[in-house]
């Protein structure tokens, strides 16, 4: 009831701001953005942006896209199946997943499974390095990963068909459609995966065993123009998928996993003279089922329901300085075999202020507080600069206070959850250096981070296991991120390319957390002349620790992986393109987890209408 009241007053306060401006309204803009505040208020960090040509350049999941586009480590328990990420030496629960500007990091485990992600459906993907917490809550202290629908509002009319089809018997297929005029605009995409996935392990002739999936995604977003004031944006996503999980063992038990998300938000925006207001309601569920075993029709499930409503007034005082303020409320309703039945209510008021003190130099400052019936969260901030020293070299530099909240799973399960979690706590700075010269981009960035207050699973007195807050952690690190594109005649050459060192100990023992690489680099070249392209990807992994005394028999082993891809367009205006693309061309062997081996070599066809 306090976080009711607490969010009613602030909504009030704010809505007589709105009524207190009079000015002429300034028009939408063609373009409408999904995140207004990964547009105006990132600044001062490092955001690599990935378009849609890179996306079709990857498999479909988000697993394989991010991880032969970036600095971020992915462990994977095999081919399609449960993958989690580590951004900058944090676990899984410690990066956030931002779907047009909400955070759909799941509420039992705390982490999204990037292979549940279908990237097809969204008109760039961002990745943002370090803590977002002021704007993005819960989880977002290693980076975010941004999912956009951006709508754009003019005359258009287009289909779009791909087709993939590989060895496994593995089917990705993808149907698009975007109809636009000044007033509507719709982009809507149908997606299915399928796979045996029964490949042979790279020199043995032995089999992945119970590794097959299949998954289906529906996206839509719609947009609608009242006037020049206003706007209304409806984005909807559905989620269903199936995968067995892979044998680590010939006398294994079989099982498999259900999942059933979806995701629905409503979007109004407003703008009166120099301000602009955004209300949000999304209606988010996520539901799974597993079966222990697939011979027998018993299972555990669970789920969780969440209601969001978010309320964003900017001000721009002047063109060179804007105030931007958040309210927002969560309620969650979680049911399921090892939860009961349980809810929580989470609300939060956030304020951000950016200002040119020169049309060189400016900063960015925000706080957030939350209130919650269940844990008492710390005041959060983020404070950056970016200056630009010449058109070849900018500075920037970001210092933040992050969080990530105790699960369902940590709070409620039956006989092991704990009440009195407090939220993990993260203090980070960062520094990052940006060149352009001509064709040329480089940002090298170094960072550092003490996290304490870490949620482990832990034996108790009687012999259960139980989170607890026990850790604290040491990062620190640095990355560097390369690209070059260079048109002449009819030729075109790009290079794009990324590399990390990270340190991440606990400070206990002062050593390196498990499944967190020292190293990762990859590299991606392409090369076309008139309608024929080529591509090459590449991904090394350093060696990693299993363990958490870094035991050195149990060490995975570094690896590097390569991809090849060419193909060809039979028309001038894009419209009928095939190709093909070998992956592990090397026919490298390797795992990201234990006894959880990858495929070899393997080739894939794919076909592209656009009409």
């Known amino acids: 009831m306090a976080t009711k009241k607490f969010l009613l007053s602030c909504i009030l306060l704010f809505g007589q701001l709105i009524v207190a401006q009079n000015s002429t309204a300034v028009p939408l803009n063609e373009v409408i953005v999904s995140d207004n505040q990964l547009k105006n208020f990132t600044d001062s960090q490092s955001v690599l942006k990935l378009n849609d040509s890179i996306i079709s350049k990857n498999q479909s999941s988000l697993t394989s896209l991010l991880n032969y586009n970036s600095v971020i480590y992915f462990k994977e328990n095999g081919l399609g199946m449960v993958s989690s990420p580590s951004f900058r030496g944090t676990t899984a629960q410690q990066t956030a997943v931002i779907w047009n500007g909400i955070n759909i990091n799941s509420q039992l485990l705390g982490q999204t499974d990037f292979n549940t992600i279908s990237t097809r459906g969204y008109n760039s993907i961002d990745i943002k390095a370090g803590g977002g917490s002021v704007i993005y809550g819960s989880g977002a202290i290693g980076g975010t990963i941004h999912l956009n629908n951006d709508l754009k509002f003019k005359n258009t009319f287009k289909n779009n068909l791909e087709v993939y089809y590989g060895d496994f018997n593995t089917l990705s297929a993808v149907y698009g459609i975007t109809a636009a005029t000044n007033k509507w605009s719709v982009n809507a995409s149908l997606t299915r995966n399928s796979s045996d996935n029964d490949f042979k392990f790279v020199g043995q002739e032995d089999r992945n065993v119970n590794g097959q999936y299949y998954n289906n995604n529906l996206s839509t977003a719609i947009g609608y123009k009242i006037n020049a004031k206003n706007s209304i944006k409806f984005y909807s996503e559905l989620y269903d998928g199936e995968r067995h999980f892979s044998l680590t063992s010939p006398y294994a038990v079989k099982t498999k996993y259900q999942d059933f998300n979806t995701r629905n938000l409503v979007t109004w925006t407003s703008i009166v003279g120099n301000s602009t207001s955004n209300l949000k309601v999304a209606y988010i569920t996520e539901h799974y089922n597993y079966f222990e075993d697939i011979d027998t029709k018993e299972y555990e499930s669970g789920g969780v329901n969440s209601f969001i409503a978010k309320y964003d007034f900017l001000y ?223 991904m090394f992994i350093g060696e990693v620790f299993t363990t958490s005394d870094n035991d050195p028999n149990t060490i995975l082993t570094d690896y590097n992986v390569s991809n090849i891809g060419m193909d060809y367009n039979f028309s001038k205006k894009d419209i009928f393109k095939i190709g093909f693309k070998i992956a592990n061309v090397w026919n490298e062997k390797y795992e990201s987890l234990p006894s959880r081996m990858m495929p070899g070599r393997n080739l894939t066809l794919y076909l592209t209408l656009n009409y």
């Open 316 to 538: 721009a005082f002047t063109p060179k300085m804007i105030l931007n303020t958040i309210v927002d409320y969560n309620k969650s309703k979680g049911i399921g075999s090892g939860i009961g039945t349980e809810s929580r209510e989470i609300g939060g008021v956030s304020v951000l202020l950016k200002h040119s003190l020169t049309e060189r130099w400016n900063y960015e400052l925000s706080f957030r507080k939350e209130i919650s019936d269940v844990y008492k969260s710390p005041i959060l901030f983020s404070a950056g600069s970016k200056f630009d020293f010449s058109k070849l070299y900018q500075l920037k530099l970001n210092v933040s206070r992050n969080y990530r909240t105790p699960t369902f799973n940590d709070l409620y399960w039956l006989g092991s959850g704990n009440l009195d979690l407090k939220p993990e706590n993260s203090y980070q700075v960062e520094v990052s250096n940006d060149f352009q010269y001509k064709d040329f981009t480089l940002s090298a960035n170094a960072y550092s981070s003490k996290i304490d207050n870490m949620i482990r699973w832990l034996p108790n007195n009687s012999g259960n296991w139980s989170p607890v807050n026990t850790d604290k952690v040491s990062i620190y690190g640095a990355e560097a991120l390369l690209g070059w594109q260079k048109h002449f005649n009819k030729h075109s050459v790009g290079f794009n390319g990324t590399y990390s060192y990270t340190v991440s100990t606990d400070d206990k023992n002062d050593k390196q957390l498990f499944y967190v690489p020292y190293h990762k680099m990859t590299a991606s070249s392409s090369y076309a002349y008139k309608n024929f392209a080529l591509y090459y990807q590449f």
